[in-house]
């Protein structure tokens, strides 16, 4: 009778105790997903089809477009060039004098969208936690929409690897809760 009593028992804390440790850990996974994601767009440039993402725009644009930039010296040598027509007033272009990646798209110049992405608890009720990864501005979030329309697919999204990364760690995080009860 004992037995039975222990198992009761010790479901009954697993019951009480799983709502908050779902939380726990659909928010470590969330944040985990992100990382994967921001990691492959930011060094590879890659979609999670794991296809190249269209290279930034070698289109000429007006002056007053640029200027939102952590190096003025390089905004002013930029515009004074294209004032001289010594260079084309591209945001490749633009990239370029800044140092920064214009042989795969990062979606990352100042650093501002990726910092602001985030995760939250959408929705929670007894049987499931719900979490959105996005970003905590409106302005950010526009660039992340933005950067998923022109690669044409939600640059948050998963790889098949990063996916069954992602279970893996899932699967091994509720392991690990279920343990403790043993």
Known sequence: MAGIQDLINKYTRIL?????????????????????????????????????????????????????????????????DVTDGKAVSSY??????????TDKRTTTFTGDMWKDVHVEIT???????????????????????????TANTNILSLSDEERKLINEAHQEMINEYLKKFE
């Open 16 to 80: 009480a105790e799983l709502p908050i440790e779902r939380e726990k850990i659909a928010l470590t996974i969330a944040n985990e997903a992100k990382a994967l994601a921001a990691s492959r767009v930011q060094n590879e440039g890659k979609n999670s089809k794991g296809g190249k993402m269209p290279l930034y725009s070698d289109k000429p644009l007006p002056l007053y477009y640029f200027g939102n930039s952590n190096n003025q010296g390089a905004v002013a040598k930029f515009k004074k």
């Open 123 to 149: 929705e929670k009720t007894a049987t499931k936690t719900e979490v959105t990864i996005k970003a905590r501005s409106q302005r950010n979030q526009n660039k992340l929409n933005w950067n998923s329309k």
């Open 92 to 101: 490749e272009t633009f990239r370029r004098y800044h140092g920064m990646p």
